[in-house]
């Protein structure tokens, strides 16, 4: 009976550590992204929605690095969603977290990709939309959709294509 539960109780305090380290890896990520500015709530009036869908939220990482996650503002983790196009920008409603708007003259271009974070698809089976979080001089980010009926995509991107500056396309 001895010969069983040491080993378990190792690896279970190998385990535990392990949990602490990684939340402790995330805390510090947060403290060192603590002065990225927290992204504006929709304004109370917006026009009509030239598109609205339920998404899967992926992620929002530094634009080009689809690996440094945003971790701050309700940013951090993935979750369904609902996003709204409207001809002054985006709304974001990830559940759980206050809506995101990224107004039209925050957003520097949008496209697909095929991987970020955690998260490899299908080539083009994510929307990704680059935009600048704090204002123009913030941080120029990109946020990951994963659109759950392909068929509504291009209405995404068409949507998108009216208020944006450029289209991208990434791997």
Known sequence: MNERVVPGVIVLLLLA???TLMYRGWRARQR?????SRPPTPPATLGPDLASLDVLYVATTVAAEPLDRIAVHGLGYRGRALVRVTPEGV???????DEVFI???AIDGHGLATY??????ESGGLVV???RLGGPDGILVD???RVTDADARPGLLAALERISRTERTSE
């Open 103 to 105: 107004g039209a003259d």
């Open 91 to 97: 709304v974001l409603a990830i559940t759980g977290e």
């Open 129 to 131: 939309i680059t935009w």
């Open 17 to 19: 550590g392990l949990l």
């Open 143 to 145: 946020s990951y959709l």
């Open 116 to 121: 970020t974070i955690d998260r490899v698809v």
């Open 32 to 36: 060192r992204q603590s002065g990225i």
